[in-house]
Nanobody, 118 residues
Framework: QVQLVESGGGLVQPGGSLRLSCAYSGFSLDYYHVGWFRQTPGKEREGASCISSSDGRTSYGDSVQGRFTISRDNTKNTVYLQMNSLKPEDTAVYYC???????????WGQGTQVTVSS
């Protein structure tokens, strides 16, 4: 059974940092790309960052490029999103996503709230 559990969200001041964690089980990163998406009320879910299954290559959305870093620890079955220089517009629910390389299967975590406010 595939599970994705996010943690690490919270309230932070502008300019601050947070590290989100996505603990996964039931699948291997050999077969799934893993990414972080975010969503605010009334808006579509947008991709923030992704790490490729095949070669670990990373990609970022324009709005987070240079401030966010995605990484993975295969020994802990965890994917991280380090978020620096946070802005109020980064406020959103952040979701972890696993996307199969070989099928149409997609899995989502339950989300974690990030609020950037003074």
């Amino acid at each position: 059974q595939v599970q994705l559990v996010e943690s690490g969200g919270g309230l932070v001041q502008p300019g601050g940092s947070l590290r989100l964690s996505c603990a996964y089980s039931g699948f291997s990163l050999d077969y799934y790309h893993v990414g972080w998406f975010r969503q605010t009320p009334g808006k579509e879910r947008e991709g923030a960052s992704c790490i490729s299954s095949s070669d670990g290559r990373t990609s970022y959305g324009d709005s987070v490029q240079g401030r966010f870093t995605i990484s993975r620890d295969n020994t802990k079955n965890t994917v991280y999103l380090q978020m620096n220089s946070l802005k109020p517009e980064d406020t959103a629910v952040y979701y972890c996503n696993a996307d199969s390389r070989y099928s149409s299967r997609v899995y989502w975590g339950q989300g974690t709230q990030v609020t950037v406010s003074s």
